[in-house]
């Protein structure tokens, strides 16, 4: 009992000491960098894919995730999300051996100027599973498992791409250029003289006069 006690202490102590260091058990998902500080998730709430992302981002602690878009500096879509099952091989029987399943999710974050900061990126993740028509309710559940594991897979793929979104740079404004003074000849064209007798040709004259008879 005593032993039993005094690892539950140390448990304590130790959890209160990587509390007081800032230590944060999911880690450091998205990290300091980003151009924004909150997000708006574009996903229904009654969609798996949408209620991981909202736990995963609101327990990195750096973005908060605002219930509407107008709050937030950024907005995560989900452009697509397809689940695709194919069969990969039969049995001497012509039954299915194996499936392969194939979870696609294609997603952007644009900033309130409604500019992208990620454009639209395709996530695919494959998984193969084998079938025994004699199991069904287990191949189901296997089925079901494997997708949830794809798509736990995919919100981290998710998070390291928007981690990794730079602020996009402003272009760089060019010196204007020198204004040439008022009344300075421009580049090219001979100096006026200002004696009366014209220079441009080097004595020889340029207009054109009729033939004499």
Same mark, same amino acid.
């Given at each position: 009992m ?31 960098n980003?151009?924004?500080?909150? $997000?708006? $998730? ?15 981002i ?24 397809r ?97 040439v ?22 004595g ?8 004499s008879?």
């Amino acid at each position: 009992m005593l032993k039993h006690r005094l690892l539950l202490c140390a448990l304590l102590v130790s959890t209160l000491a990587l509390s007081a260091c800032g230590f944060k058990l999911r880690g450091s998902v998205l990290g300091q960098n980003l151009p924004f500080k909150s $997000i708006y $998730i574009n996903v229904p709430a009654t969609s798996s894919l949408g209620s991981e992302l909202r736990r995963n981002i609101r327990g990195s602690g750096e973005v908060t995730v605002t219930d509407t878009a107008d709050e937030a500096e950024a907005v995560l879509s989900i452009v697509s999300e397809r689940r695709d099952k194919t069969i990969l091989s039969l049995n001497s029987q012509g039954r299915v051996r194996e499936y392969g399943l194939d979870y696609t999710v294609v997603f952007r974050v644009q900033n309130r100027k409604h500019a992208d900061l990620l454009p639209p990126t395709t996530i695919t993740l494959e998984r193969d599973m084998s079938y025994n028509e004699n199991e069904v309710l287990a191949k189901e559940s296997e089925e079901a498992m494997l997708y949830r594991d794809m798509q736990s897979d995919a919100v981290q793929q998710m998070l390291r791409r928007i981690a990794a979104i730079k602020p996009i740079e402003k272009p760089v404004e060019m010196p204007a250029s020198s204004a040439v003074p008022t009344g300075a000849p421009a580049a090219g064209t001979p100096a006026a003289s200002t004696s009366g007798v014209d220079t441009s040709g080097a004595g020889t004259s340029t207009r054109a006069y009729p033939a004499s008879h």
